[in-house]
């Protein structure tokens, strides 16, 4: 059984910086693709980047050239690093592997429970 963990999330202020976490448990990361999600209340869960399994990266528009997407296969771990963080990027950021080394925007088959992150104005 696959489990993601995400860790990192924490409030800080607009303009600031963090550095999420996502350690997989029960199967590699090597040859899969790895995403990032985010909530926040009241909306739909929305991409912000992936990353294929041979680091390649997409990001959503919004936090381009502010978020990096980043894998440690040693570690089996994925990272989000998010600079210049603003109000609307508070959500709750969700990791997710998607079996197969291609990204995609819509479909991953494990994700975490989800790390909060709040920025205040």
């Known amino acids: 059984q696959v489990q993601l963990v995400e860790s990192g999330g924490r409030l800080v202020q607009a303009g600031g910086s963090a550095r999420l976490s996502c350690a997989a448990s029960g199967r590699t990361i090597n040859a899969n693709a790895m995403g990032w999600f985010r909530q926040a209340p009241g909306k739909e869960r929305e991409f912000v980047a992936g990353?294929?399994?041979?680091?390649?990266?997409v990001y959503a528009d919004s936090v381009k050239g502010r978020f990096t997407i980043s894998r440690d296969n040693a570690k089996n771990t994925v990272f989000l690093q998010m600079n210049n963080l603003k109000p609307e990027d508070t959500a709750v950021y969700y990791c997710?592997?998607?079996?197969?080394?291609?990204?995609?925007?819509?479909?991953?088959?494990?994700w975490g429970q989800g790390t909060q992150v709040t920025v205040s104005s």
């Open positions: 997710a592997l998607r079996m197969g080394g291609s990204v995609s925007q819509i479909q991953y088959d494990y």
């Open positions: 990353i294929n399994w041979v680091g390649g990266s």
